[in-house]
């Protein structure tokens, strides 16, 4: 086994996936996340899995997602939501897409920069709300994060945008399709707007409307406390924690909701990058030399060697189609051509394929540029 480390540059995990899904050659490619655990029967079952899906005509599998529960005491609620991954769909935690499938949507959507809905988006765009995912027999285990820390709630609601970008992408009927439940947001909404009457009640000296603002702040937000105290451990610190996060995140989730509402008013589908660019070779990547079998006059245009480096870079296939009539003509010997690609590649680089149309003009072939037999 060979293990080749790829960098994405940063942009969250949509980005840094789509660098390794592009640099891979294989028809299938499998996802893990970096905080799982897979079984020692992994590979073997996953191999049983892509067998199955390929037979099935599906487009992606998924691993079945276990989470340890703690032995001695009640999950805290940053736990739980760990345990939410049992059972939760197309996730990446674990999950096998087939490559050629991954190109024609042009990847994970990276304006999803979190590790958050980018993985029901592309699965919704692979059609998985219509049959096209399995889940498989293999398992991967989650454990439980360390402490996050007492703000990290509060952290996750910036994924209220992402929902904004997933409703203006998917439809309305998104979350229906996504299996990804509403969530609180509407009681936040509530919540924060009898916060900010209580405040404006205080401010324009009206003092029932001060009340009745505060009262309702104060029942929304011992209400969503409870409801995160309740089911946890119960210990002093977990309690002060859900105590004090539970004021402010109304208001965050309502933040980050208009926030998305505004950044993701005009969104369109994602396109990503392509799946391989093809260049011309003469005139384009080197110098032309009108009909050259000489390999010592092969010159590179400027930046030929920066733009190849930046598409590999980005896992983007690169070739090259060239017309060589020369060959057809007899001007040329098919060695003599197939010399001077190779000076091509020794000095930009390794392509992913060079192909040459060898006829003449007038042979009628169905290959010679501009018709597109060499490109297909």
Known sequence: ???????????????????????????WVAFL???????????????????IAESEGQVGSQGRIVVPLPADRRPTDDERVTIGLVGAAWI??????RRDALAAVGGFDERFTRAFREDSDIALRLGADRGTVRTGVRQTAHPLRPDPGTWSSVRQQAGNADDRLMRRLHGPDWRARARAPLGRLPRHALVTAAGLAGLGGVLARRPALAGAGVAGWLLGTGELAWARIAPGPRTAR?????????????????????RGLVRHRTAGPWRGLPDAVLFDRDGTLVHDVPYNGDPALVRPTEHARDVLDRLRAAGVRVGVVTNQSAIGTGRLEPEQVAAVNRRVEELLGPFDGIYVCPHAPDAGCACRKPAPGLVK
């Open 92 to 97: 990446t935690a674990d999950m096998a897409y």
């Open 33 to 51: 996340d970096d905080d799982v655990l897979p079984e020692s029967d992994w590979y073997q079952l996953l191999l049983t899995d892509l067998t």
């Open 1 to 27: 086994m060979v293990l080749e480390v790829l960098r994405s540059g940063g942009g969250g995990p949509a980005r840094a996936r789509n660098v390794g899904w592009r640099h891979a050659r294989t028809r």
């Open 238 to 258: 977990e309690v002060r924690r859900m105590v004090v996060t539970s004021a402010a995140i109304p208001p965050v989730a309502v933040w980050h909701s208009l």
